[in-house]
């Protein structure tokens, strides 16, 4: 008997053994097969989750979006909308017979109309600039979208006609007389964003938002910006109404009867407040607060404006989260909300009577929540780093987890790909700084691995357990490499105050937060190979990069990716400037000393590693300029080097094909250097 369990013991291990070795690491193709999974909606009867899912073609370079249906206790999922290029952002008519969305199938993004048993689509809106931001009323009569117009015309034939006479002109030159006149990839060329509010049945267009003013505002919204009341005589909106916006955070919100007229503006904070959100009982107005005016990472609060009285309460000024995304119990009792947390997005309940905060979920990231009719159940999207986006259901209480959908399974079952392990070290001044890696497939603890060592852009963001696309933590394993990311001072997730302390300090504290925690991953796990480690980073982890150069000689190659490298002329060619303004400590003509102090030119002549260097004609942010200095002081000083340039994408890499030979790039150069 004691035989038999043995050899049973031997066939299983010789069984589990043979299944790992049948996976392998993940490659780009695998990578841009996924299907995205976003945006799910619950039907008004709590039945059906409305959701969609987007899928990239190298071959093509195209990339189409298409909306589905799954049951809200799981199963088989149908397709219900096939159509070229985009069709999502689905909202449930109030009988739940069909869904408005919005489409680009037959060329600008317009609303449209489906019956969820399938059948035609049938098209509503008509608007020469296209639509963007669906939602519809509670009551399922009206919608809301967003536009782009020339604010002085006076209907969409005048706003078709200028647009025609501009792309007929054989002259393209632009004029502009105030700033910003060109955002993240695009130029403003004299239009705004305004709300239009539509009813279902007739198509009648009212502009609620007229004036010289951009709804929602062009940065620093919510996950929505606009809201119906739950008559649906009232529409929330988010505006900045300062003229001078590239110098102002000062979002506000504003009410306005859905037939149009004069807005009423009910906050009057200098700073950020965004996310207005009707109570369904229509007593309140949730929204966001933020303290300090030109600040862009700020503690987000969950206020609430009492519309009765005008009051207004604070409901979170007790714990130090940043809120996102905000969601109403149907009984208005209960708010949800999710917040940026020690790596992770949690998902958090709130009482309304008592501020009571209760953590929900608080392993993966979780976001797109929604809640049932009942209020029993809340729908939302969990991925981590090892697993792509996928729609879950959980009880209010946070108990019995589900997994509704597995788009992916089939494409990750064969794919060799460990999970994050974290560790703590102690940072400069004896913070506490969090830190993860990831194992390449293959591993063998008893094998030494080369490493890359990755910092994240923001600067106030969060490396967390999420399946990034763009950064994919897996693609960098992929090839043999050990991955260490740290969440260095400036992150979110881990107070304001750990946040706040990257102002002012861009190459200070967290510089050696991120030393120390490359210093911690290395004592930590033998299997990493101190000598052969690569650093790469985007955005302001691109501006790490170029800082790196000129004060350590320890990595064997750096990518540098959109960083800033002049902070004097990126402050000239940005389109924010609150941004650069708060981070430095006002315009480089009146307080020049930390644009010097912390600007990699000024340490250039001590560049030495190979550098790879990728820039986008269409960054706006960090214009291109920034990349074209940092290859010339490269070039001009003998350092191995070599620049990836776009001319087609912006501060990030969207296109398929373009993505393909991003990563083939950055992973050949990596490996060149140490492997």
Known sequence: MKRNITLGLILILAVVCSFSQTKRPITFDDLI????VSQPEISPDGKTIAFVITYHDKTENTTNSNIYLVSTGGGTIRQLTNAAKGNNNP?????????????SRDGESQVWTIPVQGGEPRKLSHLSSGVSGLIVSRRGNLAAFSSDVFPDCPDDDCNAARKAEKEKSTVKAKVFDRLPYRIWNTWKDGMRSHVFVTELDRGKLVDVTPGDYDTPPIDLGGRWDYDFSPDGKELAFTRNPDRDIAISTNNDIFVVPVSGGSAKRITTNPANDSQPSYSPDGKYIAYRKMD????????RQLMLYERATGKHINLTDKIDYSVDEVLWSPDSRTLYFTADDKGHKSIFKLSVSTQNVEMLINRGYNHSVGISPDGRVLIFVKESIDKPAEIHRMDISGKNIRQLTNVNGDRIGGLEMYGLEEYWFEGEDRAKVHGWIVRPPGF???KKYPAVFLVHGGPQGQWGDQFHYRWSAQMFASRGHVVIMVNPRGSTGYGQRFTDEITRDWGGKVYEDLIKGLDAALARYPFIDGNRVAAAGASYGGYMMNWMLGHTKRFRCMVSHDGVF????????????WFPEWEFGGTPYAS?????????LNVASKFETPTLVVHGQLDYRVDVSEGFQLFTALQRQGVKSKMLYFPDEGHWVMKPANAELWYTSVLDWIDEHTQ
Request: hydrophobic share 30%; no cysteine; aromatic share 12%.
């Open 91 to 103: 909202r449930w008519l109030s009988d739940g017979s069909g869904l408005a969305f919005v489409s």
């Open 292 to 299: 300090r005016p030109g600040f862009e990472a700020d503690r």
């Open 444 to 446: 063998d603890p008893k």
């Open 566 to 577: 002049n902070p004097k002329n990126m402050y000239g060619t940005t389109e924010e400037l």
């Open 33 to 36: 097969a996924m299907g995205r």
């Open 592 to 600: 020049p000393e930390l644009y010097e102090k912390w600007s990699p």
